[in-house]
C-alpha cells in the first residue's frame, strides 16, 4: 500500500504565481523527507529535504513545510517559471529500511507563460 | 566525471526471457537502490543493498533477482515470473547512513513484446 499520498495529481499554475504540492504520510518511524523533480525520460533529482525537528526549509524559491502532529508535509514553489514544469514526488525514509524511499504518486506541475 | 550509469537506455524483450539491467556507479556509494516507475504510480522499491554481498527485498521484489558482488555494481535481473515487467527502471546510490541523498540514474525503458 502507498505510505505517502500526495496531491494534486496534476497542478496548472501561471508564470509568477505559487504552486503548492501536499504529502501525508502515516508511519511514524519515518524520519527523512526528500522532494524529487523529475523531467520526461530522465531519473528524478533531488530538490530539497527536510527533517522532521525542523518545521520549515527554504532553499531559494522552494520552501518545505513540515507538521508533525499532522503528519503532513508541503512543497512550496514560490514564483512559479516555465522551467519548473515537471513532475515531482515526494518520499519519506527512515533507517528501519535503509532509508530506502517511499513515494508518493507525483504531481504533473505545467507553469504557463 | 561521477555519478550513476545505466544501459542499456531502451531495452526489448520477448515474454518469457530473462533480462539483465545494469547499474554502475563511481560515487564510492556503499547503498543501492533499485525502483520501478510505472505511469501515475510514483517509483515503487524493488531491492536495496547497503553492503557488498547483502541485500533486501523491498515492496516489489517478486519476479526480480539482483546481486552486490561489487560496492559499485547492482544489477538487476527481471525473470519470466515477473507479470507485467515493462515499466522504466531506476537505479538509485546514496553514501548509506542517516539522511543522505539518493542519487539517480538516468533509467532503463523496458518493453517486454
Known amino acids: 500500500q502507498q505510505q505517502v499520498k500526495q496531491s494534486p495529481q496534476s497542478l496548472i499554475v501561471q508564470k509568477g504565481g505559487i504552486s503548492i504540492i501536499n504529502c501525508a504520510y502515516e508511519n511514524t518511524a519515518f524520519d527523512y523527507f526528500p522532494w524529487y523533480q523529475q523531467f520526461p525520460g530522465k531519473g528524478p533529482a533531488l530538490l530539497i529535504a527536510i527533517r522532521p525537528d525542523v518545521s520549515e526549509k527554504k532553499e531559494g524559491r522552494f520552501t518545505i513545510s513540515f507538521n508533525k502532529s499532522a503528519k503532513q508535509f508541503s512543497l512550496h514553489i514560490m514564483d512559479s517559471q516555465p522551467g519548473d514544469s515537471a513532475t515531482y514526488f515526494c518520499a519519506a525514509a527512515d533507517s528501519n529500511s535503509g532509508y530506502a524511499l517511499n513515494f508518493g504518486k507525483g504531481t504533473s506541475l505545467l507553469v504557463t507563460p | 566525471d561521477g555519478g550513476i550509469t545505466q544501459s542499456p537506455k531502451y531495452l526489448f524483450r520477448k515474454e518469457g526471457q530473462n533480462v539483465t539491467l545494469s547499474c554502475e556507479q563511481n560515487?564510492?556509494?556503499?547503498?543501492m537502490y533499485w525502483y520501478r516507475q510505472d505511469p501515475g504510480q510514483g517509483l515503487r522499491l524493488i531491492y536495496y543493498?547497503?553492503?557488498?554481498?547483502?541485500?533486501q527485498k523491498g515492496d516489489i521484489a517478486e519476479g526480480y533477482s539482483v546481486s552486490r558482488e561489487k560496492k559499485e555494481s547492482f544489477p538487476l535481473t527481471v525473470t519470466s515470473a515477473q507479470k507485467n515487467p515493462t515499466a522504466f527502471y531506476l537505479c538509485?546510490?546514496?553514501?548509506?547512513?542517516?539522511?543522505?541523498?539518493?542519487?539517480f540514474g538516468p533509467g532503463t525503458r523496458l518493453t517486454v513484446l
Open positions: 560515487l564510492n556509494h556503499d547503498a
Open positions: 538509485a546510490s546514496s553514501a548509506g547512513g542517516t539522511y543522505n541523498e539518493q542519487f
Open positions: 543493498s547497503q553492503i557488498v554481498n547483502d541485500f
